[in-house]
């Protein structure tokens, strides 16, 4: 008998059993990318953690409608309340229309979460396309009391909102604390108090993003598009937001203190945050100069990196971290993960093609198999252990590589290997997204096929004298960037 599905909620802080309102539905928000720059990973960590949500939950035969924003409008320098747009910043200093910006980073956001092997999102919503319903949360947060406009400009009112109901619940804050520690700001003037949030800002004559609303030509601010978003597509209450540990505070708390101000409900019933990632213990930052993009890892075009590495490799290196530790980068942890990673695929490689000479059915396998499905399964309901779940994984390879180099004594039957592989290919390309139908992947393996066959054409046409169709299928080949090397032990290839 395997457990039940638990996860950690941030909100109480404790492993809860998870029981979606709705059963067999799940609703499941996550907050996306401001598409101002290329992805980093730490957005990686945050879309694969979610992915293993979406994945495993679909496994266990919940359906879930998966929600990920892409923000586009509000989202100001420095995660403040005045300043620039980032993405209007960014088209300014590469005089573009901010939406040109919008587009060009998203769609490389996709490229990025694509060759990651993410699931794309049910819906993904941005947020200058629901600028009517985010003035209609706003105008509902007025008429509730728990929001003042000042100056053309509409703030929420946290002192108000802290009368009856607790704000800083998520992140553990109090709000005396938040009070006495809120430090002078720019542009304070127009907020009763240091801690009151924008919900809409009166634009500058110099902001080019901007709509009209009841209260000025303005903007939404940065965090009620997520209440907006959440609800309009999940519900007011729906079981799943997840989201990177630094948006907690202040975004995931001000969502939290909006969507109960303006729809009186509690919004999410489970909070999940994943934790962040260090490049050789220190903090990545632009400002510290240690970022790296994705596409620098799959290119291992930066300074910073040995080699180039496999998006799939940086997808496993991130799994073998739980999703809450800190995971610390560096080339060496790289390597590993890359080794690692590798001696799982040849697992699964063996265990297709594995042919032995079978036993009959046993007791003692059947409890082997038995105990590696609890384990895989415990380990995964256990907060999505995904650490668990691939150390599992390499016990059943080292299992799988005995048999193939006869090392292994304990030998199943055919119908049990099969259910052995079959309990390996769930896990690792189900549940984890580790296996090579992996986007870019697919196309290697079919490049792979295609070349075997036109090798094969070749090979025959030499034996038969038909020298002239073997020479065309080498000319042209290297027409299109491909070239064959032929050698003592047949033809090999590679793309120039
Ligand atoms: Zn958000």
């Given amino acids: 008998m395997s457990s039940k599905l638990h996860v950690y909620n941030t909100i109480t802080r404790k492993k809860e059993e998870f029981v979606p309102a709705n059963p067999p539905f799940v609703g499941m928000y996550v907050c996306g990318p401001t598409v101002y720059g290329d992805a980093h990973l730490g957005h990686a960590r945050s879309a694969i953690t979610f992915d293993i949500v979406f994945r495993y939950l679909k496994h266990l035969g919940f359906k879930v409608r998966y929600v990920r924003n892409i923000t586009d409008v509000g989202h100001l320098e420095n995660d403040a309340d005045h300043g620039e747009d980032k993405i209007a910043k960014k088209a300014r200093l590469e005089q573009l229309e901010p939406m ?40 509902n947060l ?20 802290s009368a009856s109901h607790h704000y800083g619940k998520l992140s553990g804050r109090k709000i005396e604390d938040l009070q006495s520690n809120s430090r002078d700001l720019e542009g304070q003037g127009e907020k009763r108090s240091q801690l009151d949030f924008a919900l809409w800002k009166k634009a500058s004559p110099e902001h080019i993003m901007r709509w009209p609303s009841p209260w000025s030509d303005g903007f939404p601010g940065w965090h009620i598009e997520c209440s907006v978003m959440s609800s309009k597509y999940l519900g007011n209450s729906f079981d799943i937001h997840g989201g990177g540990l630094d948006l907690l505070f202040p975004h995931h708390e001000c969502e939290i203190a909006q969507s109960v101000g303006a729809n009186g409900v509690e919004p999410v019933r489970y909070w999940l945050h994943n934790n962040m990632i260090t490049l050789n213990g220190q903090k990545m930052a632009k400002s510290l100069g240690n970022t790296i993009m994705l596409h620098e890892f799959f290119s291992g075009n930066n300074t910073l990196l040995e080699q180039a590495y496999d998006p799939l490799t940086i997808r496993f290196f991130i799994l073998q971290a739980h999703y809450r530790s800190t995971l610390d980068f560096s080339n060496e942890a790289l390597i590993a993960a ?48 995904t650490a668990l779940t691939i150390a599992t994984l390499f016990e059943m390879s080292s299992y799988i590589n005995g048999l193939k180099n006869g090392q292994e004594k304990l030998i199943p039957s055919k119908s049990e290997f099969e259910q052995i592989t079959q309990l390996f290919v769930a896990y690792f390309e189900e549940v984890l997204g580790l296996g090579s139908e992996a986007n870019g992947n697919q196309s290697a393996e079919i490049l792979n096929d295609v070349m075997d066959v036109l090798l094969e054409l070749r090979s025959s046409a030499k034996q038969n004298k038909d020298y002239s169709t073997a020479d065309a299928i080498r000319d042209k080949l290297k027409a299109i960037g491909v070239t064959i090397m032929d050698g003592k032990d047949g033809a090999d290839w590679q793309v120039d």
Wanted: glycine letters at 4%; aromatic letters at 10%.
């Fill in 142 to 161: 007025l008429a509730n009391g728990f929001a003042y406009v000042s100056n053309g400009s509409v703030y929420f009112d946290v002192e108000k909102y």
């Fill in 100 to 139: 040109e910006v919008v587009q060009y980073y998203k769609d490389r956001y996709h490229k990025d979460m694509d060759a990651l092997n993410n699931n794309r999102p049910s819906i993904e919503p941005q947020a200058s396309g629901h600028i009517i319903e985010q003035i209609a949360m706003t105008e």
């Fill in 338 to 385: 890359q080794k690692g990673y590798s001696k799982l695929k040849t697992a699964i490689a063996v265990a297709k093609e594995l042919s032995l000479n079978w036993n009959s059915d046993s007791l003692e396998v059947a409890n082997k198999i038995a105990a590696w499905s609890d384990e895989l399964a415990d380990a995964m309901n256990d907060d999505m252990n």
